[in-house]
């Protein structure tokens, strides 16, 4: 038989992976839709975003972060993220995930690229905050080549 403290536990691993899940999302939804608030919802104030293998891709701390995607709005009018095959593996207030994702961004000549690789991320988890990514670094990146320019609609900003 099941007991009470079985349940609870296991109502607590499906609540952290949904939790973890939505990490994920919410990181490509506050990029895409510059979204500041929810950018930064996902980050613990002493995360590292390894954004690439150059160590000039590498921010550490909250504001560090916040200033390298505010110079990813000022760089590309839109940007759409798609992740996929996001595994996590729970150890109590800590965790590891891995996600795939796909990014489509355009060009300031209104050419598009498409590029993205694989997150190797860790998580913490603390009672204020919940789940927060502490560490997300790129792994496997690629980009292809510029897809024809066109000229599609313009995303309204997250203020408007």
């Known amino acids: 038989m099941t007991t009470i403290d079985e349940l609870v536990a296991r109502l607590d691993r499906v609540e952290s992976e949904l939790a973890l899940y939505r990490l994920a999302h919410d990181y490509c939804a506050g990029a895409d839709h510059r979204d500041e608030g929810r950018w930064l919802s996902v980050w613990t104030t002493d995360a590292v975003w390894a954004a690439g293998d150059d160590p000039d ?67 913490r988890r603390d009672p204020e905050h919940g789940w927060r990514i502490r560490r997300r670094a790129v792994v496997r990146p690629f980009d292809l080549a510029p897809l024809a320019p066109a000229i599609g609609p313009v995303l309204p900003d997250a203020e408007d």
């Open 57 to 123: 891709h590498t921010f550490t701390g909250i504001d560090a972060i916040t200033a390298a995607v505010r110079r990813q709005w000022e760089t590309f009018p839109i940007m759409l993220h798609a992740t996929s095959n996001h595994v996590v593996a729970i150890d109590g207030d800590h965790a590891t995930g891995r996600c795939d994702a796909v990014v489509i961004v355009q060009l300031p000549d209104l050419q598009w690229i498409v590029g993205g690789g694989s997150y190797d991320d860790e998580y």
